[in-house]
């Protein structure tokens, strides 16, 4: 069955950065389309960066030029660097995966900007 499992977050001051991984069990990350998105309290999830399984990217235009999504085939992990990081940055980061149009989704990591 597939799993994700995200880790990395955490507190960072203003101007920080963070790297996320997001480690892939029962699947195989360069296979299918990923991503990360991101929640507040009493928002919606929103998306932030998604990666084809060919390899093309794309993000949400408040994180572009900061935030980079990549793959590490051989730890079969999904990662987003983050930097110059903002306060309003802040939210649950969750990976997800869609296979054959069923997304799966991680148990989401806490990143908090604040100084």
């Known amino acids: 069955q597939v799993q994700l499992v995200e880790s990395g977050g955490g507190l960072v001051q203003p101007g920080g950065s963070l790297r996320l991984s997001c480690a892939a069990s029962?699947?195989?990350?360069?296979?299918?389309?990923m991503g990360w998105y991101r929640q507040t309290p009493g928002k919606i999830r929103e998306l932030v960066a998604h990666?084809?399984?060919?390899?093309?990217?794309n993000y949400a235009a408040f994180v572009r030029g900061r935030f980079t999504i990549s793959r590490d085939n051989a730890k079969n992990t999904l990662t987003l660097q983050m930097n110059s990081l903002k306060p309003e940055d802040t939210a649950v980061y969750y990976c997800?995966?869609?296979?054959?149009?069923?997304?799966?989704w991680g148990q989401g990591t806490q990143v908090t900007v604040s100084s």
């Open positions: 029962g699947m195989v990350v360069s296979f299918y389309h």
């Open positions: 990666i084809t399984n060919s390899g093309r990217t």
């Open positions: 997800y995966a869609d296979i054959r149009a069923t997304d799966y």
